[in-house]
């Protein structure tokens, strides 16, 4: 049987081939988007893709497109022509959960742009419901967190402060990140306008209605989902 690794590599390949030459990409970030950011490196490089330019969404994926020789510009009111990332969570109808990487807010800034938005997996990431496994990220300003988490838990009471050691999680944009447990019967739509019209809230990791389509693969293959 495959293992994860190899399988997130073959949904990243399966994206990759989507991409022509003299295309604007959307640089995921994680441990699924890496594997597309070295296969585009390596096309470039070997001469079977031209004119790409990569816009990031962290500092890592950043620093590992430039490390492939792709080319990295800003995020900028241009639109790109396709987004390939990965998801922690991904839904019949294509809705995600993003976020667990820490990144969710740049995903987001720079997906949005994206004509289409591609997402590359593993089969353990497949649910029924949002919130089935993973929690939700919220991006919650670092100024005040303690009362934006006391406002939170006024919706959500379950969850946590992102905390791997002595200090909060910081993201690329200096803020924290609060994880949400999320009950089991929600509308998406709905809980993230509450929680985005919560102060102290930055953006969730909800990506409702963005994606295109999925990669997923499995130890049987790799399969296309589409958003009905």
């Known amino acids: 049987m495959a293992d994860l690794e190899t399988l997130k590599k073959e949904a990243a390949l ?7 030459s003299g295309m604007r990409v959307g640089l995921g970030t994680g441990s699924t988007a890496k594997y597309a950011i070295e296969e585009l490196g390596r096309r470039v490089q070997a001469g079977e893709l031209t004119g790409i330019v990569g816009v990031a969404t962290s500092e890592a ?4 497109a430039r490390q492939v020789g792709l080319r990295v510009e800003v ?13 922690d969570e991904v839904a019949p109808n294509l809705d995600l959960i993003k976020g667990l990487g820490g990144a969710l807010l740049r995903e987001k800034l720079t997906e949005v742009q994206a004509r289409r938005l591609i997402i590359i997996a593993d089969h353990t990431k497949v649910v029924n419901r949002l919130g089935e496994k993973a929690p939700l990220p919220v991006e919650i300003a670092a100024f005040g ?12 009471p379950g969850g946590r402060l992102r905390q791997p050691g002595a200090q909060p999680f910081l993201t690329d944009n200096g803020n924290y990140i609060y994880d949400a447990q999320l009950p089991g019967a929600i509308d998406p739509p709905t809980l993230e306008r509450q929680l985005k ?19 997923v ?9 589409t958003r009905p």
Do not use: Y
Request: aromatic residues 6%; without cysteine; proline residues 3%.
């Open 75 to 87: 995020l900028d009111p241009r639109a790109l022509d396709i987004a390939i990332d990965g998801a």
């Open 61 to 64: 994926s950043d620093t590992l």
């Open 14 to 20: 399966r994206a990759v081939d989507l991409v022509q």
């Open 145 to 156: 967190f303690l009362s934006t988490i006391e406002r939170l838990r006024a919706q959500l």
């Open 217 to 225: 693969a499995s130890p049987d293959g790799v399969s296309e989902l």
């Open 197 to 215: 019209g919560t102060l102290g809230v930055v953006d969730t990791g909800f990506f409702l209605g963005m994606a295109e389509r999925a990669f």
